[in-house]
């Protein structure tokens, strides 16, 4: 069974621009999350998104965008690039349901330079 | 709200020797806890998991964790390191049924020596 394929692996963008990330879960996943990882501030969740529904929202600014396919692929958006948003970012599926803990598998990243 | 607390950003230990990383929670219901671990240029990978039952929750590579309600935590604990051990562990709480939006532990940096 194929992981969760994030693309590109690396990106490196100016400041101002935008930039899209994508990331196919697991087969059979309904659920897709996105996460921040910096040395600063750690890991950070920024949105989830079931069955093309935004579900799940953490704080980050309006700049940070996503969406779900009908296939459940997802992508993640930043508009307006900042330095700050240089950073790992993890996506991650799970079958999603609301049955208690389903584990959430985890992408290799896509790792985002801002210059 | 939830959050997550790992005592000590970096520990080290040899070849053999207890391996002991500690987390702390909060939480205002019953959590979904769970362990990561990521090695370089990697993401994260699930060490184990508590939802609901067993106190002591048995995981990959030899590593456990033991649900502490009485004192908010849930420390892994592993009896002997390996050098393939070395890596940084998360501890991470979900605050939904679904066991998703994660919110992660700063994590702890295990260093093994032969």
């Known amino acids: 069974k194929a992981g969760v394929t994030q693309t590109p692996r690396y990106l490196i963008k100016t400041r101002g621009q935008q930039v899209t990330l994508s990331c196919s879960p697991i087969?059979?996943?309904?659920?897709v999350s996105w996460y921040q990882q910096t040395p600063g501030q750690g890991l950070q969740f920024l949105f989830e998104y079931f069955s093309e529904t935004q579900r799940n929202k953490g704080n980050f600014p309006g700049r940070f965008s996503g969406r779900q396919f009908s296939n459940s692929r997802s992508e993640m958006n930043v508009s307006t690039l900042e330095l700050g948003d240089s950073a790992l970012y993890l996506c991650?599926?799970?079958?999603?349901?609301?049955?208690?803990?389903?584990?959430?598998?985890f992408g290799a990243g896509t790792r985002l330079s801002v210059l | 709200a939830q959050s997550v607390t790992q005592l000590g950003s970096h520990v080290s230990v040899s070849e053999g020797a207890l391996v002991l990383l500690r987390c702390n929670y909060s939480?205002?219901?019953?959590?979904?806890l769970f362990w990561y671990v990521q090695y370089p240029n990697q993401g994260l990978q699930l060490l184990l998991k508590?939802?609901?039952?067993?106190?002591l929750v048995k995981g990959i590579n030899g590593f456990e964790a033991e649900f502490k309600k009485s004192e908010t935590s849930f420390h892994l604990t592993k009896p002997s390191a390996h050098m393939s051990d070395a890596a940084e562990y998360f501890c991470a709480v979900s605050p939904n049924q679904a066991g998703t939006a994660l919110i992660f532990g700063k994590g702890t940096t295990l260093s093994v020596s032969s």
């Open positions: 939480s205002s219901v019953p959590p979904y």
């Open positions: 991650a599926s799970s079958r999603g349901g609301e049955d208690g803990g389903n584990i959430q598998y």
């Open positions: 508590y939802t609901t039952g067993a106190t």
């Open positions: 087969s059979g996943h309904r659920s």
